[in-house]
């Protein structure tokens, strides 16, 4: 099985409706304290993605909260007492962790992002509580990530969805009756691997049931039903192998691993030129295949050892795992020291663009 190339960046859709603006979103959710006044903090922030995914306030929100039989908990909106925003396109909310009642189970918090009276976004993330007397609250610090956007022609999640102002993804951290704990360590040293996203699917792979994010021990924990699962894990610069993960979950609960160790991307074709590399993925997390990618000078003209050499232009096409990569002059090397320009075009036309200074080094991963 081919390896899967970890994601650098998540592609942004094409044929944007510019005339209109449409939300992303974050969700952390985490415990804070230990007793009868624990709460559970979410963290949310917010994104312009009509052009580049850009930190912006929505014009309003409502966060709704569900018990675990449920019921509505919780109604708010952006005027809440409870409610935070604490920097442009940055909010915090806090909820006492039960519904007053001590109630155990899955709680599941929604949050909406309005422009006008549209629904422009819309994410969820969810935590249990198991104990009534507090003592073991746990929201598994799990992530959940949604973008609603229009117009997004192409993308296999908007297939029956197309020009429609409806979400396109919504992923959470599953809603099955088991916990599976799922662990991520290094091929290497056996150390955790924080920041790994996983995706849990079903086993023909045409759904996906949950989300996570592992955290500092490396754990990400999925609440699923009785049976196989195919898990994939992606992070920059982490190379997995096998993928994707076949898991069992099994009641009460089921417990996992995956190993990742370090991506090499190999030497460039001469020992002067740096290797830039990274992947391009879509909104869903799926590799996009045969992307243009170019490297152009900002400037001209440009010499390198004497020699005029602009203009001067890269380009690189995306594999069937979305990787890229180009070999180009250091910037420190060239006259005048100058700035490149990477360019990412699909088929409807270009759809990211970012100035950068390629180092003097052998290799480098391209952050967007």
């Known amino acids: 099985?081919?390896?899967?190339?970890?994601?650098?960046?998540?592609?942004?859709?094409?044929?944007?409706?510019?005339?209109?603006?449409?939300?992303?979103?974050?969700?952390?959710?985490?415990?804070?304290?230990?007793?009868?006044?624990?709460?559970?903090?979410?963290?949310?922030?917010?994104?312009?993605?009509?052009?580049?995914?850009?930190?912006?306030?929505?014009?309003?929100l409502k966060i709704l909260r569900?018990?675990?039989?449920?019921?509505?908990?919780?109604?708010?909106?952006?005027?809440?007492?409870?409610?935070e925003n604490i920097r442009v396109g940055s909010y915090t909310v806090h909820f006492r962790g039960?519904?007053?009642?001590?109630?155990k189970g899955r709680y599941l918090?929604?949050?909406?992002?309005?422009?006008?009276?549209?629904?422009?976004?819309?994410?969820?993330?969810?935590?249990?509580?198991?104990?009534?007397?507090?003592?073991?609250?746990?929201?598994?610090?799990l992530y959940a990530k949604a973008i609603l956007d229009t117009l997004q022609d192409g993308f296999a999640s908007?297939?029956?969805?197309?020009?429609?102002?409806?979400?396109?993804?919504?992923?959470?951290?599953?809603?099955?009756?088991?916990?599976?704990?799922?662990?991520?360590?290094?091929?290497?040293?056996?150390?955790?691997?924080?920041?790994?996203?996983?995706?849990?699917?079903?086993s023909s792979q045409t759904a996906t049931e949950a989300v996570g994010l592992s955290n500092s021990e490396g754990l990400v924990v999925a609440s699923l039903d009785e049976a196989i699962y195919r898990v994939w894990a992606?992070?920059?610069?982490?190379?997995?192998?096998?993928?994707?993960?076949?898991?069992?979950?099994?009641?009460?609960?089921?417990?996992?691993?995956?190993?990742?160790s370090g991506f090499d991307p190999g030497q460039p074709v001469s020992p002067e030129l740096c290797r830039i590399y990274g992947w391009v993925f879509d909104l869903s997390g799926y590799a996009i295949a045969g992307v243009t990618v170019m490297a152009r000078l900002n400037e001209s003209p440009v010499s390198h050892d004497g020699s005029v050499i602009s203009p001067y232009y890269r380009t690189a096409s995306t594999d069937s795992?979305?990787?890229?990569?180009?070999?180009?002059?250091?910037?420190?090397?060239?006259e005048p020291v100058c700035e490149y320009e990477i360019v990412i075009y699909h088929d409807s036309g270009r759809i990211a663009r970012k100035s950068v200074a390629v180092p003097d080094q052998a290799s480098w991963e391209l952050d967007w």
């Open 158 to 202: 908007q297939t029956n969805q197309a020009n429609l102002d409806v979400p396109v993804s919504s992923c959470g951290a599953g809603s099955g009756a088991y916990p599976c704990s799922l662990y991520v360590f290094s091929s290497a040293d056996s150390s955790a691997l924080q920041g790994i996203s996983l995706r849990f699917m079903n």
């Open 66 to 83: 569900f018990g675990p039989d449920g019921s509505l908990v919780d109604s708010l909106g952006e005027d809440a007492s409870s409610l």
């Open 1 to 60: 099985m081919k390896r899967l190339k970890v994601i650098i960046f998540c592609l942004l859709p094409v044929l944007l409706n510019t005339a209109s603006k449409s939300y992303g979103f974050d969700i952390f959710p985490e415990v804070v304290g230990n007793g009868v006044s624990d709460s559970i903090i979410l963290t949310f922030e917010t994104f312009d993605t009509t052009a580049l995914p850009l930190a912006a306030d929505p014009d309003s």
């Open 321 to 334: 795992t979305g990787y890229w990569y180009l070999d180009l002059i250091p910037s420190d090397n060239l």
């Open 109 to 141: 918090i929604r949050v909406y992002a309005y422009v006008g009276d549209e629904i422009r976004g819309a994410a969820s993330a969810g935590y249990y509580v198991k104990s009534g007397n507090w003592d073991d609250l746990d929201s598994a610090k």
């Open 98 to 103: 039960s519904d007053g009642s001590g109630t």
């Open 234 to 260: 992606y992070k920059a610069g982490i190379e997995f192998e096998g993928l994707p993960d076949s898991v069992n979950m099994l009641a009460p609960s089921t417990v996992d691993t995956i190993w990742g």
